[in-house]
């Protein structure tokens, strides 16, 4: 009897070992504290309690009345956490006239803004100057893929500060085109940190939302010059996609990314890439390296997915983030603070 208990207490305890274990590992950097790149799990806790609640509660309310809320947030945040970093850069106007980011030609279909604004002014109102915005993005893209809401789709660490400049300018060199090869998207998300396996992971945001005509109709009518189609398209999906954009040139017509499942956060990219019907030419692209294949493979017939894509996103979203005295907290998202 005595050491049935025993047996139980010592699996017990391990268990809470091995818990604790795959929660520093899954967000440490080795030392136990659960810190990734000076972010960390709840940084507002004491100096803004209700931050993350009120983010939630807005998104949560937002998302059923604008559907497309979460493949605009959920895009949002990549863009910003590529260029310049996750440090609200992306939501910054121009200055003086000189573009900023938001001005340049992929922010074409960027939307969402004020609804991080609205967010923005709440939470100044509870406790000013203290939530930086690229946390309040990084969160509402977070809340927004999670609805309806049953648990956090990935964890976010807190404690960003906001950036003070913006550039049309950096975007196109940081910023992965649909045009891109498989080397450059590599060797793109390589210079950020990240690895083949994130980009695989992360590329499945394309679960949801869309993309305009512009962005794939090359592969449409003229690709080698034959007058044909990228023959790595499936050829009655390319049908399909020309009576989409029959004039592609001035189109503002747009089209799934997950053809028929673009509403809904799952696998169903990775079946569509093999079979042929990655609509972007940096989807398809996925497929032509043996181990990126694997993996397109491997997150098509298992859940390995949500927790890859988990993992992912936090990688993500520390990309060369500012911390303690670095950068600013802004007072609202669209302008940096006035200097004295
Ligand atoms: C791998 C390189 C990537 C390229 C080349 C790329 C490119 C694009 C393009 C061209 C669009 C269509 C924009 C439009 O026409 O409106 C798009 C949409 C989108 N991208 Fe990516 N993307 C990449 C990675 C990512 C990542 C890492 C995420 C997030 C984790 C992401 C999330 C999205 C979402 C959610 C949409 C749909 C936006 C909407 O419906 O408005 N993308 N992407
Ligand atoms: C994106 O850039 C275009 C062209 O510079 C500009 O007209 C448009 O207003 C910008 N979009 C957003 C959301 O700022
Ligand atoms: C990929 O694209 C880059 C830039 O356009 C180009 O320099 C490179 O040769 C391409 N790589 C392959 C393997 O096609
Ligand atoms: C990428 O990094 C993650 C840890 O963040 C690791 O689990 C994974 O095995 C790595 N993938 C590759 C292809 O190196
Ligand atoms: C297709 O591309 C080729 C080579 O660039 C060009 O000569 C031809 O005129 C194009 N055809 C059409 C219909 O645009
Ligand atoms: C996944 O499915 C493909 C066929 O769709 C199969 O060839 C492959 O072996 C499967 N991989 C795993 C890990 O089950």
Same mark, same amino acid.
């Given at each position: 009897m005595m050491r049935a208990r025993n047996i139980v207490f010592v699996f017990l305890v391990s268990l809470l070992v %091995?818990? @604790?274990? *795959?929660?520093? /590992?899954?967000?440490?950097?080795?030392d136990g504290d659960g810190d990734v790149a000076g972010l960390r799990l709840n940084f507002y806790a004491e100096s803004c309690p209700n931050a993350e609640i009120i983010v939630k509660g807005i998104i949560l309310s937002r998302v059923p009345t604008n559907p497309t809320l979460p493949a605009k947030l959920l895009r949002m945040h990549f863009h910003d956490c590529f260029v *310049?970093?996750?440090?609200?850069? @992306? %939501? %910054?106007?121009?200055?003086?006239?000189? !573009?900023?980011?938001?001005? /340049?030609? !992929?922010?074409? /279909?960027?939307?969402g803004f004020d609804v991080i604004d609205d967010i923005k002014t709440v939470i100044e109102n509870k406790c000013p100057g203290v939530v930086s915005c690229a946390d309040i993005l990084a969160l509402a893209a977070r809340d927004a893929v999670s609805f309806p809401y049953i648990s956090n789709k990935w964890e976010v660490l807190t404690g960003r500060r906001d950036g003070r400049v913006s550039l049309s300018s950096e975007v196109n060199a940081n910023l992965p085109s649909p045009f891109s090869n498989f080397s450059t998207l590599w060797q793109l998300f390589s210079s950020k940190g990240l690895n083949l396996t994130d980009l695989v992971s992360l590329s499945g945001g394309h679960t949801i939302g869309v993309a305009h005509c512009a962005t794939f109709s090359n592969r449409l009518y003229n690709f080698t010059g034959k007058g044909d189609a990228d023959p790595s398209l499936n050829p009655i999906y390319a049908q399909f996609l020309r009576s989409q954009c029959p004039n592609p040139a001035n189109s503002a017509t747009t089209v799934e990314l997950d053809p028929g499942s673009s509403k809904s956060f799952d696998k169903n990219y990775f079946n569509i890439l093999l079979q042929n019907e990655g609509l972007l030419q940096s989807d398809a692209a996925l497929l032509k390296d043996g181990n990126s294949f694997q993996l397109v493979e491997r997150f098509s017939n298992s859940s390995d997915f949500f927790n890859a894509f988990a993992t992912s996103m936090v990688k993500m979203g520390a990309i060369e983030v500012l911390t303690g005295y670095a950068g600013e907290i802004r007072k609202r998202c669209s302008v940096v603070n006035p200097t004295n």
């Open positions: %091995l818990e @604790v274990f *795959r929660v520093c /590992s899954a967000y440490g950097d080795g *310049r970093g996750c440090d609200a850069s @992306v %939501l %910054l106007n121009a200055v003086n006239n000189v !573009p900023a980011e938001k001005d /340049s030609i !992929p922010n074409a /279909s960027l939307s």
